[in-house]
């Protein structure tokens, strides 16, 4: 299983940028995925996932209201809509994909068996 993260760049403050995370490899989408980040000198944090039939979703409640996470099933692709950015926002962002048809949602990386390559957000003031 293979997945490709895009959609990173440089943003103003209060800017939005879309994340992409296409998923290639796998036989069905029954997946959790995630978005995780990871800022300078910091460790990975848990940004958002959501369920595979999408209806689950969580958020940590730094991006709460700013940001939606969505997945097109049919595209094999998870994204992450990015709103009212802050410059704590600045980060590697990492999606990530677990097995999983069940609704329980995961926020601890250690539950995640894969992983994309990373797409960078810098966002500047």
């Known amino acids: 299983v293979q997945l490709q993260a895009s959609g990173g760049g440089l943003v103003q403050v209060g800017g939005s940028l879309r994340l992409s995370c296409t998923t290639s490899?796998?036989?069905?989408?029954?997946?959790?995925m995630g978005w995780f980040r990871q800022a300078p000198g910091k460790e990975r944090e848990f940004v958002s996932a959501i369920g595979w039939t999408g209806s689950n979703k969580d958020y940590a409640d730094s991006v709460k209201g700013r940001f939606t996470i969505t997945r097109d099933n049919a595209k094999n692709t998870v994204y992450l809509q990015m709103g009212d950015l802050k410059p704590e926002d600045t980060a590697i962002y990492y999606c990530a994909g677990r097995p999983s048809g069940a609704a329980w949602l995961y926020r601890d990386s250690k539950y995640y068996a894969y992983w994309g390559q990373g797409t960078l957000v810098t966002v500047s003031s």
């Open positions: 490899g796998r036989r069905d989408n029954r997946y959790v």
